[in-house]
């Protein structure tokens, strides 16, 4: 790009002799000269012509001032030299982004920390009485946590049964029963908490499924066989752990705080107690009854009829 400064100058000159010539016009039309002018009226044209130079002179100063600043700014958008720092706007009162002053007030402080979330482990051991079970897990239910993100859980409905029979699954999980039997199933559930009837369908059909979004316990059940049945325990996080088969158990990660924990398994009643996490490890001891399985209805509260097996 050729440099624009000869063609702005030429133009500001312009600029500057129009606004000088329009008084002098005005005053020409209004009274014309009579006769030759005299010494005193030369010596005061002189003077005229003098100031007016000097007041060009400023006038293309100062826009010459404004053409450097301009010039600058553009050289700054492409990529040329560094600009020296122009003063923001700034709210009445505000000292400018130099003075020590406004240093001061924009210094960074450093964000507030959040306090240290303490944790601790709980470990204990659950006593059975009046029988063995296989599946027994501890939990603590007054913690809440985030819906589950897992991708499912699958309960499959083959050889008449539920397999898995027992499981264990945080609030939001989606449970999926695909049917591999040749027969009809009618998979359904009166919990309180995840009341659902999934309605009768065979192999080949696409498997339907239902979210359990209540804790607690979700009985499953099939509508036509009476001998299909499922436990899923839904819990509140992801502090659960299966118990040993020495009836030992270790939950790790437990806030710290007055703590709810429940053991469970599907033969017994569920156990709680109160147990205050204070320091790295609190132990604590449950004590689980045997109870045999009861029967149950279908989904309309009947009796099973002749073909429930």
């Known amino acids: 790009m050729k440099n624009p400064r000869p063609i702005i100058t030429g133009l500001l000159v312009g600029l500057v002799m129009a606004r000088l010539a329009l008084p002098a016009r005005a005053q020409d039309n209004a009274k014309a000269p009579e006769g030759p002018p005299t010494r005193a009226e030369l010596t005061k044209l002189q003077n005229d012509v003098r100031e007016q130079r000097q007041l060009i002179i400023e006038m293309l100063q100062t826009e010459q001032q404004r053409y450097d600043m301009l010039l600058r700014l553009l050289r700054g958008q492409g990529g040329g030299a560094a600009l020296p720092d122009i003063p923001s706007a700034l709210a009445p009162g505000e000292p400018a982004a130099g003075d020590a002053a406004h240093r001061a007030l924009k210094k960074p402080t450093a964000a507030p920390t959040a306090p240290e979330r303490r944790v601790g ?3 204990g051991k659950v006593a059975m009485t009046g029988g063995a079970a296989d599946d027994v897990y501890v939990y603590v239910d007054n913690v809440r946590g985030p819906t589950s993100s897992h991708k499912g859980l699958e309960i ?3 050889g008449r049964q539920f397999s898995p029979r027992v499981a264990v699954v ?3 999980t989606n449970v999926v029963f695909p049917n591999f039997d040749s027969v009809y199933h009618n998979v359904f559930s009166n ?3 995840n009341t659902f009837d999934l309605g009768t369908y065979q192999a080949g059909d696409k498997p ?3 979210t359990v979004t209540g804790p607690g316990v979700v009985e499953v059940y099939c509508n036509l066989h009476q001998k299909m049945s499922a436990k899923i325990l839904v819990v509140p996080n992801a502090l659960y752990t299966k118990v040993r088969a ?5 939950l790790e990660n437990v806030p710290s705080g007055s703590r709810r924990l429940v053991a469970w398994s599907p033969e017994t009643k569920p156990a709680a107690l109160r147990v205050d996490v204070a320091g790295p490890t609190t132990q604590v001891s449950f004590s689980l009854e045997h109870q045999d399985a009861s029967a149950h209805s279908n989904k309309f509260g009947q009796a099973y009829g002749s073909y429930k097996d």
Do not use: I
């Not at 020495?246 to 270790?250: K, N, P």
């Open 208 to 210: 339907r499924s239902v």
């Open 246 to 250: 020495d009836g030992t158990f270790r």
């Open 121 to 123: 482990a709980v470990e």
């Open 191 to 193: 919990s309180p908490r």
């Open 170 to 172: 945080q609030t939001g």
């Open 156 to 158: 499959k409905q083959e």
